[in-house]
């Protein structure tokens, strides 16, 4: 089990509620893939470095969690797919 840390990007249109089901949604692709100690930490709205789909802005979270690394795969496709999510990087 190694540490991973998510940043990803949620698009700025999606409302309040609609975000806090977006980061369930991403923790339950973590968690259905084996991960533990999943931690995610709001950093808000913030300035996109150059526009992504034409949006200047967007919703940052971090999101920390202890997964095989083999796994990994599986969940990118997932996150690929996820429409509300508009980037994200995986580190360890």
């Known amino acids: 089990?190694?540490?991973?840390e998510i940043m990803y990007i949620i698009n700025p249109?999606?409302?309040d509620d609609a975000r806090t089901e977006v980061m369930?949604?991403?923790e339950n692709i973590l968690t259905a893939a084996g991960?533990?100690?999943v931690k995610a930490e709001k950093w808000g709205e913030r300035k996109l470095a150059y526009p992504i789909e034409k949006k200047q802005s967007g919703y940052y979270i971090l999101t920390t969690f202890e997964m095989d690394g083999t796994k990994?795969?599986?969940?990118e496709k997932?996150?690929?797919i996820t429409?509300?999510?508009m980037?994200?990087?995986i580190v360890k």
């Open 1 to 4: 089990m190694r540490n991973y």
């Open 13 to 15: 249109t999606v409302m």
């Open 24 to 26: 369930a949604k991403v």
């Open 35 to 37: 991960a533990t100690n």
């Open 72 to 75: 990994l795969a599986d969940v």
């Open 78 to 80: 997932k996150l690929n």
């Open 83 to 85: 429409e509300s999510v």
């Open 87 to 89: 980037r994200y990087i």
